[in-house]
């Protein structure tokens, strides 16, 4: 058993009495395997809804899709010369033009640092082709790669990017990838596992507002494109998550055996913190800040994510350790900032 992790439990406990998120689930380990995995709770707080969490529960993923999908796509077309991080924008969207934004890259897109705001200011629109023209004419909110602003518009162009280089749809190129990993993540949930993911309630400013969602993606822009963006959609288990942090996880660590895109150098490479002055962010991924969801205890080298729907992934190459949490706060739960109190809790009570 992980070192803290009666007192970790106990942290999640006390969130679901406290109505945080009804459900969560754990995989914690270490590049030889998994130590810790477990379910908590029920898949939701109505009476109508008393199914326990099982450990094999679907969860939407949210923005863990960001590293674990579309930086893993990106690894895969840098390596094979189909993408240069330091290309243009406006090389790969013509609507990308004028000279506030002739600078931004490849890079910047992937940093958060391209003068992109968080969200479109209208309602999303039906599809790539609005999507894309809507995010290359908005105006920017800051010059690129002078500071950084988490953005999901960024990672919407590319997925849109990854399709047109990688000849082939995000979706079905991650899927390769997954494979590599052995971890069974996807963007489309079917029958049974479709049936049992953990539930999520659409929100007010979503033309599904107030529905239960099982099974089909929380955030709005990704459902206006089908349920695969390059921001959001995927879902998956605690174990599929803890598979896929175990390939990057070794590959940190030096070991020469995974096949692309998980070998040492793309995989350190993308968990770089960028130079953009005051940023946090890597290629897709965050990482260690003792003000951050991954707590105080971590060590410098740590590295990870989380999402809206109440989902986080932080490895630790320097402790030879990965922490899933996954949780559906996104059902009638807490706020941000409650779920952001619970994620630290739970990691320093593990890091002891």
Known sequence: MVRGSDQARRVLED?????????????????????????LGTLGFREAEPFPTAIDTPFDLASLTKPIATAAV???LVDAGAVDLDERVASCFPEWTGDDRREATVRDLLEHASGLPARLLDAPPGGRRDFEHDICAM????????????????????????????????????????????ADLTFTLSGEPRRRAAPTTALADDVRRGRVLIGEVHDS????????????????????????????????????????PFTTPLVRRFTTRSLVPGSSRALGWDTMLTTSSCGERMSPSAFGHVGFT?????????????????????????????MRAVRRAFHDSINL
């Open 15 to 39: 969130a679901i009495r406290s109505r945080v998120f009804p459900g969560a689930t754990v995989d914690v380990g270490s590049s030889d395997g998994a130590i810790w995995q477990e379910a």
């Open 310 to 338: 109440g989902t986080s992934l932080w490895i630790d190459p320097a402790r030879d350790r990965y922490f899933v949490l996954l949780t559906n706060r996104a059902h009638g739960g807490g706020s941000l900032d409650d």
């Open 221 to 260: 822009y990704a459902a206006a494109l089908s349920g695969v963006a390059g921001h959001a959609g995927l879902f998956g288990a605690a174990p599929a998550v803890g598979a896929y942090a175990r390939a990057v996880l070794r590959a940190a660590r030096g070991d020469q055996n995974i096949r692309t």
């Open 139 to 182: 105006p920017l909110e800051y010059a690129p790669h002078t500071q950084s602003i988490y953005s999901d518009l960024g990672f919407i162009l590319l997925g849109f990017l990854a399709a047109d280089r990688g000849h082939a749809p995000l979706a079905s190129q991650f899927d390769a990838i997954a494979e590599i990993a052995a």
């Open 74 to 76: 990106f690894m895969r």
